[in-house]
Nanobody
């Protein structure tokens, strides 16, 4: 069992930045790939970014490529999503998730989800 707790969400103006954190507890965080997803009301949860267990591989949705950076610190059992040049369209609840150690770029298999953190970007 892995518990994931996101933090760092909030309200920011367009063009601003936020850094989300995902703190993991329970089983060994470093044995999992990790990813970030987001969801807005009435829409399906969508993939944002993923990182392999070692941090050597990453994948981004086209909509965030060049603006967001995913990273992890296995020694701290924490993953991050640095979000720059934020747009109103980035407004959503952001969820972190972990999946199998075998790298699958879009993290289609999820073992555990966090509870989500709200990000609101004003125009």
């Amino acid at each position: 069992q892995v518990q994931l707790v996101e933090s760092g969400g909030g309200l920011v103006q367009a063009g601003g930045s936020l850094r989300l954190s995902c703190a993991a507890s329970g089983r060994t965080f470093s044995s999992y790939s990790m990813g970030w997803f987001r969801q807005t009301p009435g829409k399906e949860r969508e993939f944002v970014a993923a990182i392999s267990w070692s941090g050597s591989s990453t994948k981004y949705a086209d909509s965030v490529k060049g603006r967001f950076l995913i990273s992890r610190d296995n020694a701290k059992n924490t993953g991050y999503l640095q979000m720059n040049s934020l747009k109103p369209d980035d407004t959503a609840v952001y969820y972190c998730a972990v999946g199998p150690s075998t790298w699958e770029p879009r993290l289609r298999s999820i073992n555990y989800w966090g509870q989500g953190t709200q990000v609101t970007v004003s125009s």
